[in-house]
Structures are given as structure tokens and as C-alpha cells.
């Protein structure tokens, strides 16, 4: 048996559903991670400030945060499976036979050619 509130006037089927506020995305790194960039730095496995010292491929399930500009070609792909955060830009080169698995954040700009 139906209720009475399955049956709703044509009034009501025309009506605007109720909306509610959304707030905006922010990808600053505290609403990514939930914590400051401050602590997602002591945090990482890997830090440098030296992007010629990133391996391929990556340490595996690790945290790899690059404090500089980072580009992945033939000579060194984007392999492995972990969390990259390249405060800078990263460059993915189409040549780069790249493989990876997991979570890429860059607070510049990315480039994938």
C-alpha cells in the first residue's frame, strides 16, 4: 500500500528540490592530506630539495615529496607505486614509457606531452 506522501501534486513535482550550500574545493595541502605542508614534509619518506636524486622507479608505498621543479623522460620514467607531491612543476614526457600507480600532487603546473 502507498502513503499519502509517495503522492505528490503537480505543483510539487514542478517545484526547484531544496539546495543546500556546497563549499568550494580547495587543493591547498592541508585539504588534500589534513595536515599542514609543514608536517606532510617531515611526514615523507623521501624529501629533497635536489629533484636529480628522485629514483625510478619511486620507493615503493612510500610518501615522496619534491620540493622543486620535477620531469620524468626516457632517461627516468615515472614508475613505481607511491604518493608523489611535487611542490613546483612536473613535467611527464610522452616518451617517458611512464607506469605508475598511485597519488600525484603538484602545486604547479603539470605538463603531460
Not at 615523507?44 to 629514483?55: K, L, M, N, Q, S
Not at 614509457?97 to 598511485?102: A, C, D, I, K, L
Amino acid at each position: 500500500m502507498l502513503s499519502q506522501a509517495a503522492f505528490l501534486s503537480a505543483a510539487q513535482r514542478r517545484s526547484t528540490p531544496a539546495q543546500s550550500a556546497v563549499n568550494p574545493y580547495r587543493g591547498a595541502v592541508a585539504d588534500v592530506f589534513g595536515i599542514s605542508d609543514a608536517e606532510l614534509r617531515a611526514t615523507a619518506d623521501v624529501f629533497t630539495t635536489d629533484p636529480t636524486t628522485i629514483t625510478s622507479p619511486l620507493p615503493s608505498y612510500k610518501i615522496v615529496y619534491v620540493d622543486g621543479n620535477l620531469t620524468f623522460n626516457s632517461a627516468r620514467p615515472l614508475e613505481g607505486t607511491a604518493i608523489l607531491v611535487v611542490d613546483g612543476n612536473l613535467t611527464i614526457a610522452a616518451s617517458s614509457n611512464s607506469v605508475f600507480n598511485g597519488l600525484v600532487y603538484c602545486t604547479g603546473n603539470l605538463q603531460m606531452n
